[in-house]
């Protein structure tokens, strides 16, 4: 095989990492919706007002953790759901700096989403297949 036909064609190993990613980025967001529902010490949520208050918490996230567990079952057939998962992260990364900067969220509770968020946009930066072979 030449190198030419490798472009594309990942080893287990990072097919192995692939999967890990996804299904910590599940494990991530299913912890988000359970921390919704259950309103926990780590979770409060004050007063919701306005008419579509009711979205920020909605639990959207487990449709994204649906996603990426069924794309762990072959991420290179699943490339979109990568991308989807790194947009997930910028935007969530976005969103945390956004009302952190308003005063909406303290240091302490923005740090370790934040974290989160650029921790897995670099494994998944690291780990997205280049491109796939023409033939």
Same mark, same amino acid.
């Given at each position: 095989?030449?190198?030419?036909q490798q472009i594309g064609r990942p080893n287990a190993? &990072?097919? !192995?990492?692939?999967?890990? @990613?996804? @299904? %910590? ?15 926990? &010490? ?7 007002? =306005? @008419?579509? /208050? =009711?979205?920020?918490? /909605?639990? &959207?996230?487990?449709?994204? !953790?649906?996603?990426? %567990?069924?794309?762990a079952r072959n991420p290179i057939r699943y490339r979109?759901?990568?991308?989807? !998962? &790194? ?8 969103? +945390? #700096?956004?009302?952190?900067?308003? *005063?909406?969220? /303290? /240091? *302490?509770? !923005? +740090? @370790?989403p934040l974290l989160v968020a650029v921790g897995f ?6 780990? %997205?297949?280049?491109? #796939?072979?023409?033939?």
């Amino acid at each position: 095989m030449t190198a030419r036909q490798q472009i594309g064609r990942p080893n287990a190993t &990072s097919q !192995a990492r692939l999967q890990l @990613v996804l @299904v %910590l980025l599940a494990a991530w967001d299913l912890l988000a919706f359970l921390l919704e529902l259950t309103q926990t &010490s780590l979770l409060k949520v004050g007063n919701i007002h =306005g @008419v579509l /208050g =009711g979205r920020a918490v /909605g639990g &959207s996230v487990v449709v994204l !953790a649906i996603a990426y %567990l069924y794309a762990a079952r072959n991420p290179i057939r699943y490339r979109f759901v990568l991308w989807l !998962a &790194s947009l997930e992260q910028l935007i969530a990364m976005f969103a +945390i #700096t956004f009302h952190w900067a308003r *005063g909406g969220l /303290g /240091g *302490g509770q !923005a +740090i @370790v989403p934040l974290l989160v968020a650029v921790g897995f946009l670099i494994l998944l930066m690291t780990n %997205l297949p280049r491109q #796939t072979d023409a033939f």
